[in-house]
């Protein structure tokens, strides 16, 4: 929703542009509209009893804020904290509210311009390999390679009730 | 357009609920045998004020209502008639209906009884018309009634100006209104059509003439235009003779003519579109607010220059200390911590100030008593002398709206559980008219609220009785404190007969629920024979609380003061474990159960678990093992479900003066020992 009514007022580029960022080697990409900002690694407060992946709430400007470990969420191994990590606010529409959210990856890398020819869809058969859908398209700029990443099973994942989480993987 | 409308339009509710406040108060004090002319004159405007504006917004049945509620409050002002108990039942009757309508109109459902309505119209003009005219009432009233019957016919020339539809107005409804009066003859004119080119649809360019042939005097129809009479040029003129004939014929078409007026200005539609749209509009609103209330709130004048003054201090403040900061040599270290001093200052006077605004006086709640306990007296045949005390006390707006329901249900229940008949208190020996106070008191950051009644009180023996039968508490041994708590179990009712009043075993516990969603506390003292105090205990704001630091497997928490009873060092309590519960330590001659908050919370380095902290859980006492007590603060509630979604055992977040988030504990929210332990 936020990526509609943005996009009718800004030229329409922004819509196609694209953060990317590394982890685990690879560069992942994101709309870029639906970052807020980009902070850097500091400390955070555990949430008790969370998933795996929610590693603590902080302090956005009196605002508490998720952040999560994209790592972890996304099956790779584990890494430490170095001087480029970074945590990538994003601020995106989920169950009919604006939730903020911050992602943690190894470093920001750029901001790409993606044309529709230069994106190709998701086949059926990757849906064995990523089974939630978190990658949503591929994407191919100056001959590099990116994984456009899917939001929205990410979101709903981490923000479900713990019930529904249950009910779902028992 | 939409918008503007649907602004007023809850402007003008919000009005008319403090209208309808001001008329129910009136009304009590008329009852009690006060009909003094400032009275009269106070409640007549209230039902005036209603009626007006329920005729503008289309609130037809609203506005009729009122009319005839008018139409008797009239007499009794201008002293042609005596106040008398049945008409002020009457005017209270429908005062409630005219709540239900309200209440409709904001949630936009019908569920107000017309039948009833207009069943209660009829009584109420019959008692006009019954008219039991006072001795001393003034001569010339009769000769008024008989000029009052004539027809007369009314030129009445009705010219908006261009900006009438911006306020919201809608002259179709106020044709309709004249139309009540009498039949109607309109006629239009577009003679302030500007021509295409200078159109604004915005505008009203239109006119109309009406000839009405009525029996009203100049002031009704006056009366009609009360709303809009600064928007407009209006003029009445009385014309002879009326070809009375004539009107019936021409009442048939007036309200196609009306609209077919008001039809071809495109300007038009906004307001006659806006009795369909609310509807949908206000279907839109309630899933973005995500059930939250989106009430408003009205602040005194002087409430916000005092916070424009404070915000005013703060920035001077902040510029003086930017200065010290900027300084090209060494800093002033002493002017720097004075001005630090300054801003400490300011900053909690603009806190105190902004929670101020948030305050309101527990009498809005409080004003809803006496005619409560006066309907349940009359129903129950008791005599009962309604003491409130303490009506300045201010609390947070959402505690107050809150705390409405649990209120009314303890009064309800005092007066039919709590109080005697007149015969068993003459028994007894106690006075005939029962007793119940209501008093309210801040003490240090909490509000107390005491409901005590001077009836008979908890029969520990009947109630446990109950309990076990139905299968609330076990056979174990119990205290008299702890069965007199037995009360606001869910299911629990001693009553041997379901009255409306009371009796169901529902009300209790949706009391307590209320109680401790607010995070508050109640309980119950009581004495066998001489009375009851119920003492209900809640925080001074929902979006502050006076917190406990403590510190649990090295983070820092927070436990909210008000649900702390005491704190023991483990060491020095005795303990034993018993299998299936847990441990359980003694405190105050009672096993408590221990709860370690690592464990519950699943923290992987666990705690040492040195200190136990003993809080209120669902009514139980629950120990909370803890590793360090650290000091005491005011804090901030976030909510963590903003941007997450809640965690068992938290109510919420807050940000630490180190600029971390610490989770605030809920103890009202743990789960019980037992199911955590088979959950684990």
Not at chain 1, 78 to 97: N, R
Request: some cysteine; overall charge negative.
């Amino acid at each position: 929703m936020l990526a509609e009514t943005m996009g009718n007022e800004l030229p329409n580029e922004s819509a196609n542009q694209y953060l990317t960022f590394l982890l685990n080697g690879e560069e992942y990409g994101i709309e870029i509209l639906k970052v807020q900002e980009i902070k850097n690694w500091g400390p955070f407060t555990p949430l008790p009893r969370s998933q795996p992946h929610v590693l603590g709430v902080i302090n956005l400007r009196g605002a508490i804020v998720p952040i999560l470990d994209l790592r972890a969420k996304l099956g790779l191994p584990t890494t430490d904290v170095t001087s480029t990590t970074a945590i990538i606010i994003i601020s995106a529409e989920f169950d009919e509210q604006i939730r903020t959210l911050g992602l943690v990856v190894d470093s920001v890398s750029e901001v790409y311009q993606l044309l529709p020819d230069n994106i190709q869809k998701t086949s059926e058969a990757n849906r064995t390999v990523d089974p939630e859908g978190y990658i949503r398209a591929f994407g191919s700029v100056d001959e590099k390679f990116l994984i456009l990443l899917n939001l929205e099973p990410i979101f709903a994942s981490t923000l479900q009730p713990d019930e529904m989480l249950e009910a779902a993987n028992p | 357009m939409d918008d503007d409308l649907e602004e007023f339009r809850e402007i003008f509710l919000e009005e008319c609920l403090e209208n309808v406040e001001l008329l129910e108060r009136g009304l009590m004090q008329m009852d009690a045998g006060e009909s003094t002319a400032d009275i009269l004159n106070e409640v007549f405007r209230a039902a005036h004020s209603i009626k007006g504006g329920g005729a503008t917004f289309g609130y037809q049945p609203m506005a009729e209502l009122t009319h005839f509620m008018e139409t008797l409050l009239d007499e009794m002002r201008s002293e042609r008639r005596a106040v008398v108990a049945d008409d002020v039942d009457l005017l209270l009757e429908g005062l409630d209906l005219v709540q239900a309508i309200l209440t409709d109109s904001k949630e936009q459902s019908i569920s107000a009884d017309n039948d009833g309505r207009l069943d209660l119209q009829l009584r109420l003009q019959a008692s006009v018309d019954s008219a039991e005219p006072r001795a001393d009432a003034p001569e010339e009233t009769e000769a008024a009634i008989v000029v009052e019957d004539e027809m007369r016919s009314w030129k009445v020339t009705f010219a908006p100006f261009e900006s009438f539809f911006l306020r919201g107005n809608n002259p179709l409804l106020l044709i309709r209104e004249l139309q009540r009066l009498g039949g109607c003859t309109i006629t239009k004119s577009f003679d302030k059509y500007p021509g295409w080119s200078d159109f604004d649809p915005n505008n009203c360019y239109l006119t109309w003439v009406i000839d009405i042939s009525s029996t009203s005097v100049e002031a009704d129809i006056r009366e009609v235009f009360d709303w809009v009479d600064t928007e407009c040029e209006l003029t009445i003129e009385q014309i002879e003779s009326s070809p009375a004939e004539n009107v019936a014929a021409v009442v048939e078409e007036t309200p196609e003519v009306a609209a077919a007026v008001v039809a071809p200005a495109p300007a038009a539609a906004p307001a006659p579109v806006a009795s369909k749209k609310p509807a949908p509009a206000a279907a839109e609103k309630k899933p973005s607010g995500g059930g939250a209330d989106t009430s408003t709130i009205r602040i005194a004048t002087d409430k916000i220059d005092q916070l424009i003054d404070l915000v005013g201090e703060l920035v001077i403040t902040q510029s003086m200390l930017s200065r010290v900061c900027q300084s090209q040599d060494q800093i002033d270290v002493a002017e720097l911590r004075e001005r630090m001093a300054d801003l400490e200052y300011h900053t909690r006077d603009l806190q105190e100030s902004v929670m101020q605004v948030r305050m309101l006086p527990i009498s809005s709640a409080f004003n809803r008593l006496p005619r409560l306990v006066r309907d349940l007296s009359k129903k129950l045949d008791k005599e009962i002398d309604l003491i409130l005390e303490g009506e300045t006390t201010e609390l947070d707006k959402t505690v107050l709206e809150r705390m409405i329901d649990p209120l009314v249900h303890l009064v309800r229940n005092g007066v039919d559980h709590g109080l005697e008949t007149r015969e068993e208190r003459i028994a007894s020996g106690k006075p005939v008219a029962g007793q119940l106070k209501l008093n309210a008191r801040q003490e240090s950051g909490s509000i107390i609220i005491d409901i005590t009644d001077d009836g008979k009180g908890v029969n520990p023996e009947v109630v446990l009785r109950k309990a076990r039968e139905n299968g609330i508490v076990g056979d174990e041994e119990l205290s008299v404190d702890q069965i007199n708590q037995l009360i606001f179990a869910p299911g629990f009712s001693t009553a041997e007969v379901v009255s409306d009043v009371s009796g169901r075993g529902v009300g209790m516990d949706v009391v307590r629920r209320n109680i401790l969603d607010l995070g508050g506390r109640v309980h119950v003292h009581s004495t066998l024979g001489a009375g009851t105090r119920v003492e209900i205990n809640l925080p001074l704001s929902l979006a502050i609380l006076d917190g406990q630091l403590v510190r649990i497997a090295g983070q820092v928490y927070v436990i909210p003061m008000l649900s702390i009873i005491e704190t023991l060092e483990i060491a020095n309590t005795e303990r034993s474990t018993i299998p299936g519960t847990g441990d359980v330590f003694q405190f105050r001659g009672e096993y408590l159960s221990m709860l370690d908050v690592s464990e519950f919370f699943c923290l992987p380095d666990g705690g040492q678990g040195e200190l136990i902290v003993v809080v209120e859980n669902h009514g139980k006492r629950v120990g909370l093992v803890i590793d360090e007590v650290l000091g005491q603060q005011q804090v901030v509630i976030k909510s963590l479900d903003k941007n997450y979604k809640n965690i068992e055992g938290c109510a919420g977040a807050t940000i630490m003066s180190d600029g971390l988030v610490a989770l605030i504990l809920d103890p009202a929210n743990f789960n019980e020992p037992a199911k955590l332990a088979a959950a684990a």
